[in-house]
């Protein structure tokens, strides 16, 4: 069975910081491309960001561009995603999944961004 599970959630000021982690298991983390994809208060999943399942090929929403990084450590099946610069607007639900829609993927972190 699939398991995500997602952590590192939580409130930060406008400009702060936070660090995500997902923990993989029930499927072979390492042969696939992996993605973090989010969804705000009263709208959408929006995806974020896509790391192939080498770690050395990664790709970014405009909206996030230059201020969030994803990783991965296939050694300990999990993924990462490092988030600074933080705006209010990427106040959302933040979920690791399988596929860049979003279909399979975790229960989610909370990211709230307030003063």
């Known amino acids: 069975e699939v398991q995500l599970v997602e952590s590192g959630g939580g409130l930060v000021q406008p400009g702060g910081s936070l660090g995500l982690s997902c923990a993989a298991s029930?499927?072979?983390?390492?042969?696939?491309?992996m993605n973090w994809v989010r969804q705000a208060p009263g709208k959408g999943l929006e995806w974020v960001s896509t790391?192939?399942?080498?770690?050395?090929?990664?790709t970014y929403a405009d909206s996030v561009k230059g201020r969030f990084a994803i990783s991965r450590d296939n050694a300990k099946n999990t993924l990462y995603l490092q988030l600074n610069s933080l705006k209010t607007e990427d106040t959302a639900m933040y979920y690791c999944?399988?596929?860049?829609?979003?279909?399979?993927r975790g229960r989610g972190t909370q990211v709230t961004v307030s003063s």
């Open positions: 790391i192939n399942a080498g770690g050395w090929s990664t």
């Open positions: 029930g499927f072979a983390f390492s042969t696939y491309s």
């Open positions: 999944a399988i596929d860049r829609s979003g279909t399979v």
